[in-house]
């Protein structure tokens, strides 16, 4: 897995402290992307919170996250959470270590006192001491909160005095990208009020035993119902325990609302959300513990198309902080078809550019801290792809085709649309964890074959 090292720098620490009108939450940023360009220490928000305990409990669930490794629990993870600022609320958004598990905190409009956000996308420093300090929060007295840093600290900034080196793995990059995709396919299937969600998640087993078929949930009721045999409106649940960060916010829950695609018999991935007073927490977990989102090849499809790299340019000239992107208004402003339009996005998703909300269901804008293309260029299959065109392992025989690969010959059929190989990839997922090497090798070989006739 290849890794690379980020250097978060922050002005000062992040701090919480108690002052003669209440508490003060100072959350310091990084480098990072707004409505005014790139600024190495942005500030995003100055208001009295709505619900400062819950919100409190909540970004320490989105850390608890950050820091997790559910699979193989030899390192913890590190990087601290990504904010972005929509002018109509923030969101605090987290991945784990092993990447099979995203968190992200909505503070709504209601949340914040309906004061509005700056525009953007930054990482906050979440340090130990304060965790701590969140973490003894009690009552629900008034408190401040200050993501960047103040207005006469802006202006006087003279250097970073505080950095943090970090492990950003491949893995996690694609992960942001390849959950984005995921949650586009979700619908809501359950709903409980919040004693019913307390009762049923407190309930929930701690672990899921090796080898065991995972957990799935159906709504049965105003209760859901766990099943080993899916039906409709099941959502899979694989390793419950991966769920553990919700119990932070679950006294202040006013519902859960569970989502997923529709169920086939084999594991999915499904994301839980908490509703809370002024904001909501989600979680969404891998189809197993031990495989992390960025294996599933999701976004493979768009990120081997031409086309789609000509059209995430010309989308993200349109994009501007929207909390809610509209494909149809893009489609529209942009002269292209739907189907583009989402190839598009989901290309500028690995780019962490945009993001899903399943609440909302609709793609929201940020600009995540990190180099743009960089989990395209280290995407495994992809890579493997371009180098089996341009070797020149690809034969086209009308619908068929042949690749040779390590020594083998597959055969990559296509039938109404959709592409079938005969190699061990695509025999165990049936397309379920995007193409295989050789589909995608001759998906590109095709699309040149096509030019250079045109031509």
Not at 47 to 60: C, E, K, N, T, Y
Request: glycine share 12%; net charge neutral.
């Amino acid at each position: 897995m290849t890794r690379s090292v980020q250097t978060l720098a922050y002005a000062h620490p992040s701090f919480l402290e108690s002052t003669a009108s209440g508490r003060l939450l100072c959350l310091e940023t990084a480098g990072g992307l707004t409505s005014r360009g790139a600024e190495a220490h942005p500030r995003f928000f100055a208001g009295f919170l709505a619900a400062p305990q819950i919100a409190a409990r909540g970004l320490l669930a989105v850390a608890d996250v950050a820091r997790a490794r559910y699979h193989q629990r030899t390192r913890p993870g590190s990087l601290d959470p990504v904010v972005t600022g929509n002018g109509d609320r923030l969101r605090f958004e987290s991945f784990s270590g092993c990447g099979g598990v995203y968190a992200r905190l909505d503070v709504l409009d209601e949340g914040l006192g309906g004061v509005e956000t700056g525009h953007g996308t930054t990482n906050v420093d979440v340090n130990d001491p304060l965790r701590e300090a969140l973490s003894r929060m009690t009552g629900d007295d008034p408190m401040h909160l200050r993501v960047g840093p103040d207005e006469m600290a802006v202006t006087t900034l003279g250097g970073s005095v505080v950095e943090k080196r970090v492990p950003l793995p491949d893995r996690w990059l694609g992960g942001f990208a390849e959950a984005q995709v995921a949650s586009a396919g979700f619908d809501l299937r359950a709903e409980l009020t919040g004693s019913e969600a307390v009762r049923f998640l407190r309930g929930l087993p701690r672990s899921q035993s090796r080898g065991r078929a995972p957990l799935w949930v159906v709504q049965s009721g105003r209760t859901l119902r766990p099943t080993l045999r899916p039906g409709a409106g099941a959502v899979c649940l694989p390793g419950p325990e991966r769920l553990v960060a919700l119990e932070r916010v679950l006294r202040f829950a006013t519902g859960l609302r569970v989502y997923g695609p529709a169920a086939d018999g084999l594991p999915t991935a499904g994301a839980w959300e908490v509703a809370l007073p002024g904001m909501r927490l989600t979680l969404t977990l891998s189809p197993d513990p031990a495989r992390g989102f960025s294996g599933e090849g999701g976004v493979l499809e768009a990120l081997a198309t031409d086309d789609a790299a000509a059209d995430a340019e010309l989308i993200s000239v349109l994009l501007a902080w929207e909390p809610r992107i509209d494909p149809a208004e893009l489609a529209e402003q942009s002269g292209l078809t739907g189907e583009r339009v989402r190839s598009a996005l989901t290309r500028l998703g690995t780019a962490g550019r945009v993001g899903y909300d399943v609440a909302d269901a609709a793609y929201f804008h940020r600009e995540l801290p990190y180099e743009a293309d960089r989990a395209e260029r280290h995407n495994p299959r992809l890579v493997s792809a371009r180098r089996l065109a341009e070797e020149g392992a690809v034969s086209l025989d009308g619908e068929l085709a042949a690749v040779v690969s390590g020594g083998r010959r597959y055969r990559v059929r296509v039938t109404d649309g959709v592409q079938s190989c005969t190699c061990a990839w695509w025999t165990d997922g049936r397309g379920r964890r995007g193409p295989c090497k050789h589909a995608l090798a001759v998906r590109m070989v095709r699309r040149g074959a096509v030019v250079a006739s045109a031509a």
